[in-house]
């Protein structure tokens, strides 16, 4: 079984949920938590957006297209999603990350994306 990291976010509080529905994270629990076997580091919880999705399936992950073998439904804009932390500075880099939900971001991210970058698309902010 793996062992799960603290559940913390990125302001080392206890971490939110992202998505129960569609149900999203490493451990498939709804929240970003991650592990030492979680090689993407699914982390980033983001609120998705048609761009985002048209430049992910762009650099080869097709996150809008069901899959029901892999019980996955298929993402659409609006969504939220525990995204890979490589992939959301990629899309950064693009200028076309989606905003995140920084109470729901696993501080583990923390390690690919720098907390200033992340806060430039908190989508709690006013």
Known sequence: MLEKDPSLNVRGEPLEGCSTDPMTGFFRDGA????????GSHTVCAVLTAE??????????DLSTPRPEYRFPGLKPGDSWCLCAGRFVQAHEEG?????NLAGTHKRALEVVPLEVLEAYDSGRA
């Open 52 to 61: 985002f999705l048209a430049f992910s399936k762009y650099v080869g992950n």
């Open 96 to 100: 076309c990350a989606p905003m995140v």
């Open 32 to 39: 970003c938590n991650t592990c030492a076997e979680d090689q």
